[in-house]
């Protein structure tokens, strides 16, 4: 039988075998294991030879998945809150993600451009990887570990070729695992089905990042945004409905604590993001935090009731800039520790409105 193919002509599984679904962490943490001299006092709740009446049979009920998560896969995973930003992954652009070479887009492009994304100009990939670059050599110099993922050549999804393979915040790690989506937005069904799950796969393979929960049903969602380690935004939207929401929050409460509070923004119009005014249905588009106590939003693309919120709990609010939301979505930015950002440079304005409210920022070209 003839081998399937891929990039530089070698084999497919021979590429995953090195590359995609190649063990580490877990393989070192086993190796660590091996080495140790183990004995039943390193067991919870033992209590000694001789004493078997002693023993509880229900002390592991109280005994926390966390506290030995790191037992199992060799490492800790996860956030809730924004400390400081350790390992990121960033999925590789390739020609598969050019949108205007799609199947479908070339069958039916008033259906697959119904945001307008395309109508301006054709995605410069070269120049795609140039900045992906920058970005990451600029997160690996403010201490942050870079994984590059990457799909299989030509990803399939499950309605056909996968678009937008460089979506790689769908997954949202908590303490514990990943959380697994499912998507809501109308262009889904050419893209979104089975992307996020190969981003799951992966982490889980790569990184020892268990999946908690995969949104089932007829439930819809996408990941909101932590303001701290207490404080969940989540946006009900085209994107996300109740019914995902109430699959979600159990386990973000398991893991994150019963205190974590969860502020719903009902945001206004129905696609993922509105070319004219900057509105979007994910949460990471209009608000994000900047230290423990400041944000910054786009408050047109919030409720008046999260408005509310933010200014009756004491934040301080950054407005960014409308023009600079609409052609840089301004709010998408990334939160290094407290009081430490990288921001898009395309949105000088905002930038610093940020920078005067007290917060480090560092910029990085990311207009293509």
Sequence with gaps: MSQVTGREGKPLAEQYRSQEFKLTEYDAHQERQRGRNWTLNDVPFYKGKG?????????WHNYDYLNYYDQVFGRKCGAAGIG???????????????????????????????????????????????????????????????????????????????????????????????????????????????????LARWAFWNLSIAPLVTVIGKAVWVPGVFLSDDVYIQTLSVETNEAGLAQVEPVLRRACGDNLYIQRVYTPGHVYYDRASGISAHADMVIAPLDIDKVLVYSSGLDADTNRWLWDNGYTIIEAEVDEQVNAAACNLIPLEPGRVIMHAGAPKTVDKVRRAGVDVTTVDYSE
Excluded: C
């Excluded at 799909?151 to 695992?177: H, I, K, R």
């Design 51 to 59: 004493q078997g009446l002693e023993q509880n049979p229900f002390d």
């Design 84 to 198: 400081k930003l350790k390992q990121v992954g960033i999925l590789r652009v390739s020609e598969d993600d050019d949108y205007a070479n799609h199947p479908y887009v070339k069958e039916d492009p008033g259906y697959m451009d119904r945001d307008g994304f395309l109508a301006e100009k054709r995605m410069d990939i070269a120049r795609m990887n140039d900045e992906q670059q920058a970005y990451a050599e600029l997160l690996q110099a403010n201490g942050v570990e870079v994984y590059w993922i990457r799909y299989p050549e030509q990803p399939m999804a499950a309605f056909g070729p996968m678009t937008n393979q460089m979506s790689a915040a769908e997954l949202l790690v908590v303490p514990g695992g990943s959380i697994i989506p499912k998507k809501g937005y109308a262009l889904a069904p050419t893209s979104g089905f089975g992307r996020t799950e190969y």
